[in-house]
């Protein structure tokens, strides 16, 4: 064996991981070694060597080795005969899904952020031996991963494998006394690990699981790329996210968002969740398997750009939804109110106007994932503009050919000539796969939709299908949209500054609004209104008219200063959807197509 590791949770009280490393064959002329920059499916540099507390090298008579380091991420040995060995520690305390985490309750790690790439010898075979920790508190954990076990038995510490340093950090590792279930989704093997307290009722949980996974593995065809499946699921007070991998995905929850034993109704909380549980998995075939020609292979050591993010995480947000609809986990209305709640999100931010859906992919590393709070004037998000491009590039499709062809059909043509064969997508291959799968000339709608930045033709589209499109103004600072709104003439009534407020500090400043024309910026702290003290300062100002006047005193850092400001009428970007009831034989056919996916 040329590759072997060692990982331990040596001191899960200090968050430490402690990783050997040996090399039977290393370079001759010195070693050069490299731990990722970030991990694929969140496109941001996460400098990892930075958690590397300790690293030292040592030759087979344990001799210590001469370690130059490069740059921030890679190291080089001094040349040694015969086999090489690196001990190094990992400082683990980042409860997410893109790193490491280690207590005394459960450990947690990526491969990215814990196994140096040998440089040259990435491809083949790469074993690891993952041991227990010492600890007491410890005494009972197991491991839940995909990783390939070697001498290991499932679940157990041991020995795992994998064909190249690539896979190796694409399955990650929970261990601690997770709760584990099991089930199967058509033919294949999945578990769900459940780690953190809760009372939810995890059985539902995998009962909606079932059809949800099932769905998209008939929707791509059989049989599915992978043997078997795994759902890492984290549960915390507060918190939210998920990460794909080849043939898992790591989530962390809300323990609130489970149901509860004996409840039947889908909380907004649950929603999420399954919807979460949707994309992750939507994400097995769309951007892990079906990826961007500059993902092919990727280089972890820098940025990777595309222009593609938009349809590799705007498709899949999508679709999670969508199937939750199709698969009957959701009512259409609750479908629909998730939709209203994405158009007012794209809505209610003029970067749209100023940045493409191209733009936005290509510059996730930059302004993406590094906003700031002038975001909503400067960029709009691959993900939710995304969605709505591939909801309005379904229903064109589907309009434009009668119903024979749809994005379904695209993903399908996706997956058989690139994904399943491993092939990267080129930055124009879904356009031209697109056009040449629905014979529909789409040119067009590529061009405004994908590089150009005006809103999309989302109300004509969806009253094609019998869904009527409505705005209304906001009720509050945490309106989110998706739902009709009583007395709507009386929020327009209510006066507003154009920035978002919480408290009494503005976190926002929108663009050509009250606030910014007087001056007022991110950060500053409003303490009075007409001479009276601010508490909530946003639901004070809607005391008062479109058109009023009204004196602010703020402080910005420690210095106290005035505004005169007139109040402007409420922005009426909220979406929210109804369907038509009297329509057409031929629009309500269109509609439980697309709705339903037939």
Known sequence: MSIHYTIQPTSPAAHIFTVTLEISNPD????????????????LVREFSKNIVQIEARDSGENLVGLDKLDKHTWKAAPVQGALKLTYQVYAWDLSVRMAHLDQNHGYFNGTSVFLEVIGQAEGLHTVDIQAPSDPHCKD????????????????????????????????????????????????????????????????????????????????????????????????????????HRASTSLIAKRADLPMLGEHKVSDGYRQLLGLCSHEYFHTWNVK??????????????????????????????????????TERIETDSYLELLGRTITRVRGGSGRLKQSLAESSFDAWTKFYRQDENAPNAIVSYYAKGSLAALALDLTIRLETEGAKSLDDVMRALWTEYGAKGIGVPEMGIEDVAQRITGVDLSHFFEHAVRGTEDLPLRALLAAFGVELRFRPGKNGTDRGGKAAEEEDALRNKGRIGAKITGDKIKQVLDEGPAQDVGLSAGDVIVAINGIKAVKAEAMLAGYPPGTTVTIHAFRRDELFERQVTLAAPSEHYAYLKIMEEVEPEVLARRVSWLKGL
């Not at 001759?28 to 496109?43: D, E, N």
């Not at 940025?303 to 947000?317: D, H, M, P, R, V």
């Open 289 to 326: 398997r079906i990826k961007p020609a500059r993902f092919v292979p990727y280089d972890l050591s820098t940025e990777n750009y595309t222009t593609l993010l938009w349809a590799f995480e705007g498709i899949t947000s999508y679709y999670d939804d969508l199937i939750l609809n199709r």
């Open 141 to 244: 954990w197991r491991i839940a991963t995909t990783l390939k076990e070697l001498e290991a038995e499932r679940y157990g510490f041991g020995s795992y494998q994998a064909e190249s340093h690539d896979e190796l950090i694409d399955h990650p590792v929970e261990m601690g006394t997770f709760e584990l279930l099991h089930f199967q989704a058509a033919g294949v093997p999945h578990e769900l690990a459940v780690t953190g307290p809760h009372n939810g009722d995890l059985q539902r949980l995998v009962n909606d699981l079932i059809p949800i996974c099932t769905h998209q593995i008939e929707m791509f065809g059989k049989p599915a790329p992978m043997d078997r499946y795994l759902f890492q699921l984290m549960l915390i007070g507060n918190g939210y996210g998920g990460l794909e």
């Open 28 to 43: 001759p002329t010195g070693q050069v070694l490299r731990l990722p920059a970030w991990i694929p499916g969140s496109y």
